[in-house]
């Protein structure tokens, strides 16, 4: 199991592709990772509707699309402008040396849950 706060390098950074999904999984983990602009997002591979995995969903502009029930959600808030109440569990991420570090600490973009 990875320390709780480490940065943990998993893609470089030229394996990404504007409007794709790359998955990673390890150590328990189930991320995807994209890119919107010139933002790297990752967040986990689990659909906050049912719990479904989300790495066979459409990429839409910063929309992502659930292909099990169709819901949206915003990339880079997380957000489900349908369901507000439903979001998608972001992680940090920050670029070193080419490679995407993200930190395997389980926090939203606005910090501890
Ligand atoms: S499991 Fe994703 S919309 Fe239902």
Not at 35 to 50: G, K, M, S, T, Y
Not at 78 to 94: D, I, M, Q, Y
């Amino acid at each position: 199991m990875k320390s709780s706060d480490a940065w943990t390098p998993i893609a470089k950074l030229d394996e990404i592709t504007k409007g794709k999904l790359l998955l990673w999984e390890e150590d328990g983990y189930s991320l995807l990772l994209t890119q919107i602009a010139d933002r790297i997002i990752c967040f986990e591979n689990v659909c906050p509707h049912l719990g479904w995995p989300l790495e066979m969903s459409a990429v839409n502009k910063d929309q992502l699309i659930c292909p099990h029930h169709g819901f949206e959600f915003d990339l880079l808030s997380g957000t489900c402008p349908f369901a507000p109440e439903l979001s998608l569990h972001h992680f940090p991420v920050r670029i070193r040396d080419q490679y995407i570090e993200v930190r395997l600490n389980r926090v939203g973009p606005n910090g501890p849950n």
